[in-house]
């Protein structure tokens, strides 16, 4: 071993480092990365924003409703019920406030999980007896994958 240390430390040493310079990049890239906004459905180039004031501020609140539920243990233990009203908005409302939850989720948290609203209800279990069940997650990633949001 000694031999075969004393002969190859060199090439050793440039793979080492090779891969410690690709996992830099690797990391960095991942890092910088950032979510594209999904257009609205029924978007006009006139109208870019076909949501009132109110339905924006409504927007915003189910998004921060929704990362406050997923983000807590509690919630995901079962301690805490479940927002099914949150949850709820996302199978009835119209496609265009879906994407603009979508969206807004994506805006506020990306960056800092950089998982999408889709891929945190991916993640996410909920306990059957709750207000909120795995049929309602399955219907809204159904809905998702119609509106091709990833």
Do not use: C
Request: glycine share 4%; net charge negative.
């Amino acid at each position: 071993m000694k031999e075969f240390l004393a002969t190859y430390w060199k090439q050793i040493a440039i793979v080492i480092g090779i891969i410690i310079v690709i996992l830099i990049i690797y990391y960095y890239g991942k890092s910088s990365g950032t979510v594209k906004q999904v257009p609205l459905p029924g978007d006009d180039p006139n109208n870019p924003t076909p949501l009132t004031e109110s339905e924006k501020q409504r927007i915003r609140e189910i998004a921060t409703r929704l990362h406050k539920d997923m983000d807590s243990w509690l919630v995901s233990a079962g301690t805490v019920p479940r927002d099914a009203e949150a949850y709820n908005f996302l199978v009835t409302a119209s496609d265009t406030k879906v994407v603009a939850v979508y969206n807004d989720f994506n805006t506020l948290y990306y960056d800092d999980s950089k998982e999408t609203l889709k891929q945190w209800l991916d993640a996410e279990w909920f306990i059957p007896t709750g207000l909120v069940t795995n049929e309602t997650k399955n219907a809204i990633l159904n809905r998702f994958a119609k509106l091709n949001l990833q």
